[in-house]
C-alpha cells in the first residue's frame, strides 16, 4: 500500500516537474522571441555607426587635402542637390562639384547623385563610375556608394532582362558587402532577397 502511495506522489511530482519544465522552457522561447527584434536592432545601430566612422574617416582625408574653404565650397554645391533635388540646377550644380573636386568622398555621393537624376546609358555610365571610382567613398548614413551603385545598375539591369549581369552584380553585394545598407539603413542583401522572391 505505501509503495503504491509512494508510486504516486513521485508519478506527480515527475508531471509537476514536467509540467514546469515545459512551462519554463515556454517562457523561454517567448522571451526569446520577444529578443529577436532587439537584438536585429541593436545590430543595425552597431553597423550604421561602423558605417558613420568610414564616413568620419573619409572625410577627415579630404581635410587633409582641401582647404576649409574649398571643402565649404563643395558642400555648398553639394547641398543644391539636397535643396533642389532633379532640377536643371542641382545637376549642373553637382556636375560643377564633381569637376572643382573629383577626389572628395562627397563627390561619390554627387555622382550618385546624378546617376540618380540620369536615365539610360547616361545612367549607367554614372552608375560605373560609382562603382570604379568611388567605390569607398560614404554618405553620413552609411550608404557605400559604390556597393549602392551596385545595387541600382542591378536593378537597372534586371528590368532591362538581363539576368546573368544582375545576378552577378547582387552576388558581388552579397559576398564582398553584406553589411552595407540603404539610405533606411536596410541591409542590401534583405533588399536583394525580397526582390527575388
Request: with cysteine; aromatic share 14%; net charge positive.
Given at each position: 500500500?505505501?509503495?503504491?502511495?509512494?508510486?504516486g506522489i513521485l508519478t506527480v511530482l515527475v508531471i509537476a516537474s514536467l509540467g514546469w519544465s515545459a512551462?519554463?522552457?515556454?517562457?523561454v522561447n517567448q522571451l526569446e522571441k520577444l529578443m529577436t527584434p532587439v537584438k536585429a536592432q541593436q545590430a543595425a545601430a552597431d553597423r550604421q555607426k561602423t558605417l558613420h566612422e568610414q564616413f568620419v574617416k573619409k572625410m577627415a582625408q579630404d581635410q587633409a587635402k582641401y582647404t576649409p574653404e574649398q571643402l565649404r565650397d563643395a558642400e555648398q554645391l553639394y547641398q543644391v542637390a539636397?535643396?533642389?533635388?532633379?532640377?536643371?540646377?542641382?545637376?549642373?550644380s553637382l556636375k560643377t562639384m564633381i569637376q572643382k573636386y573629383p577626389d572628395i568622398d562627397r563627390t561619390g555621393c554627387a555622382v550618385l547623385y546624378v546617376a540618380q537624376m540620369s536615365q539610360g546609358e547616361d545612367r549607367a555610365?554614372?552608375?560605373?563610375?560609382?562603382i570604379d571610382k568611388y567605390n569607398d567613398c560614404f554618405y553620413g548614413d552609411g550608404v557605400q556608394v559604390g556597393?549602392?551603385?551596385?545595387?541600382?545598375?542591378?536593378q537597372d539591369c534586371r528590368s532591362k532582362g538581363e539576368r546573368a549581369k544582375a545576378d552577378a552584380l547582387f552576388n558581388e553585394i552579397k559576398s564582398k558587402y553584406p553589411d552595407a545598407v540603404d539610405h533606411g539603413g536596410n541591409l542590401l542583401v534583405d533588399s536583394i532577397k525580397a526582390g527575388s522572391k
Open positions: 500500500m505505501q509503495s503504491k502511495v509512494a508510486i512551462l519554463l522552457g515556454y517562457k539636397n535643396q533642389k533635388w532633379g532640377t536643371l540646377e542641382a545637376s549642373n555610365r554614372y552608375l560605373q563610375d560609382c556597393v549602392y551603385a551596385r545595387f541600382l545598375l542591378a
